[in-house]
């Protein structure tokens, strides 16, 4: 019998519902192993619980790091990469495009790699000079180490193509949505079905946070606005829009597994601000548990989103605030605008296609 094939997924936290590349370890991890998969997910001692060594039946190799802004993920996964060298694997995902710097180690070693590049990294707010300029040199490399270069959005793969010539497989996100059980969450926090705002982001620059608490204060009536969120290193950004803030806007801190779903399936409205990235997991699961979507009008997430949302301009928080007035004064006028939502996540965005996928590109790289 031919043993089953080992894959190592590298450069995210873990595994877990922290971020986008967490989710995506996990839900794509637990089905290659539903597929007859062995994999090690490689995750950060200061992310993972103690003693904690697999999820969803793929193995947890947890390797310290360095918790700083700039060194937290290029030195873990330097690790990450240095450790896989010599465990015998068939093939490797890296994931930011921060990490094509590693990729060579990995293919030095025998391991055909594809790397994840997510957006384009080095629009965002949140690096300075020095952090640009790794991610614009990062962008360069990613075009060249790898065996296979991954974007999850067209329009990503177009500033690849366009500006690189190099080709790129799309795959996106996927979504499952599963109804809670419970109403813990909305009871701690005090609110009522359908009779809430809700955003939900890390709390940096070019997610906008402070464009929305900004806009919400030209937004009439008492329902609530929910900021779900935070981000390590970002204080002072983050005290800028909280501290004597609205008395309507509540800021729980971030929000995980079963409580993150029932802020999703029980919100009047989903709020997606974000400028720079290519497909956003929040977005795609806002969509699949059939929220009204109240979303920045960028390409990449008019790619996502298409015809399912009300679009506003975080550049101009008055549209943000028209579009939030709009689904207050008649949210039964919104019941088909949910409707496209939810189909249009279960048509476009399937955890199982996007495991398929992953596993066709893993059987192809270890083939060689």
């Given at each position: 019998m031919n043993r089953p094939l080992h894959v190592a997924l590298l450069g995210s936290r873990g595994a877990g519902n922290y971020g986008g590349y967490e989710t995506l370890m996990s839900e794509l991890g637990a089905r290659l192993v539903a597929r007859g998969f062995r994999v090690t997910i490689y995750a950060r001692s200061h992310s993972t619980a103690a003693g904690e060594h697999g999820h969803r039946g793929a193995e947890l190799r947890v390797l310290p790091t360095v918790r700083s802004k700039y060194f937290d993920t290029p030195v873990h996964t330097l690790l990450s990469a240095l450790d896989a060298r010599g465990r015998g694997f068939d093939a490797a995902l890296v994931v930011n495009s921060a990490n094509a710097l590693f990729v060579p180690l990995l293919r030095a070693a025998g391991i055909p790699t594809a790397l994840h590049v997510d957006g384009i990294e080095k629009r965002r707010a949140k690096w300075g000079l020095f952090g640009r300029a790794v991610y614009?040199?990062?962008?360069?490399?990613?075009?060249?180490?790898?065996?296979?270069?991954?974007?999850?959005?067209?329009?990503?793969?177009?500033?690849?193509?366009?500006?690189?010539?190099?080709?790129?497989?799309?795959?996106?996100?996927?979504?499952?949505?599963?109804?809670?059980?419970?109403?813990?969450?909305?009871?701690r926090l005090g609110l009522t079905p359908r009779r809430y705002f809700l955003y939900v982001s890390r709390f940096e620059p070019?997610?906008?946070?402070?464009?929305?608490?900004?806009?919400?204060?030209?937004?009439?009536?008492?329902?609530?606005?929910?900021?779900?969120?935070?981000a390590p290193y970002a204080g002072r950004f983050i005290r800028s829009f909280t501290e004597g803030s609205d008395q309507r806007i509540l800021f729980p801190g971030p929000i995980f597994g079963d409580g993150?779903?029932?802020?999703?399936?029980?919100?009047?409205?989903?709020?997606?601000?974000?400028?720079?990235?290519?497909?956003?997991?929040?977005?795609?699961?806002?969509?699949?548990?059939?929220?009204?979507?109240?979303?920045?009008?960028?390409?990449?997430?008019?790619?996502?989103?298409?015809?399912?949302?009300?679009?506003?301009?975080?550049?101009?928080?008055?549209?943000?605030?028209?579009?939030?007035?709009?689904?207050?004064?008649?949210?039964?006028?919104?019941?088909?605008?949910?409707r496209t939502a939810a189909d249009r996540a279960s048509r476009l965005f399937s955890w199982e296609a996007v495991a398929e996928h992953y596993a066709e590109i893993f059987r192809r790289l270890a083939a060689r």
């Amino acid at each position: 019998m031919n043993r089953p094939l080992h894959v190592a997924l590298l450069g995210s936290r873990g595994a877990g519902n922290y971020g986008g590349y967490e989710t995506l370890m996990s839900e794509l991890g637990a089905r290659l192993v539903a597929r007859g998969f062995r994999v090690t997910i490689y995750a950060r001692s200061h992310s993972t619980a103690a003693g904690e060594h697999g999820h969803r039946g793929a193995e947890l190799r947890v390797l310290p790091t360095v918790r700083s802004k700039y060194f937290d993920t290029p030195v873990h996964t330097l690790l990450s990469a240095l450790d896989a060298r010599g465990r015998g694997f068939d093939a490797a995902l890296v994931v930011n495009s921060a990490n094509a710097l590693f990729v060579p180690l990995l293919r030095a070693a025998g391991i055909p790699t594809a790397l994840h590049v997510d957006g384009i990294e080095k629009r965002r707010a949140k690096w300075g000079l020095f952090g640009r300029a790794v991610y614009a040199l990062s962008e360069r490399l990613a075009c060249s180490v790898a065996d296979t270069l991954i974007t999850d959005a067209r329009v990503i793969r177009e500033h690849y193509l366009r500006r690189y010539g190099a080709a790129s497989e799309v795959i996106t996100y996927g979504v499952e949505p599963r109804p809670p059980a419970t109403r813990d969450t909305l009871d701690r926090l005090g609110l009522t079905p359908r009779r809430y705002f809700l955003y939900v982001s890390r709390f940096e620059p070019e997610n906008n946070p402070h464009s929305v608490v900004a806009a919400y204060a030209d937004v009439h009536g008492s329902i609530p606005l929910v900021m779900v969120g935070g981000a390590p290193y970002a204080g002072r950004f983050i005290r800028s829009f909280t501290e004597g803030s609205d008395q309507r806007i509540l800021f729980p801190g971030p929000i995980f597994g079963d409580g993150y779903r029932e802020l999703l399936a029980n919100a009047l409205a989903y709020i997606h601000a974000t400028e720079v990235g290519g497909t956003h997991p929040a977005l795609v699961e806002a969509m699949g548990y059939g929220n009204v979507l109240v979303v920045n009008d960028t390409p990449e997430n008019r790619e996502v989103a298409g015809d399912s949302a009300l679009y506003f301009r975080a550049e101009a928080p008055g549209t943000l605030a028209t579009a939030l007035d709009r689904v207050r004064k008649a949210p039964e006028s919104m019941v088909a605008l949910r409707r496209t939502a939810a189909d249009r996540a279960s048509r476009l965005f399937s955890w199982e296609a996007v495991a398929e996928h992953y596993a066709e590109i893993f059987r192809r790289l270890a083939a060689r």
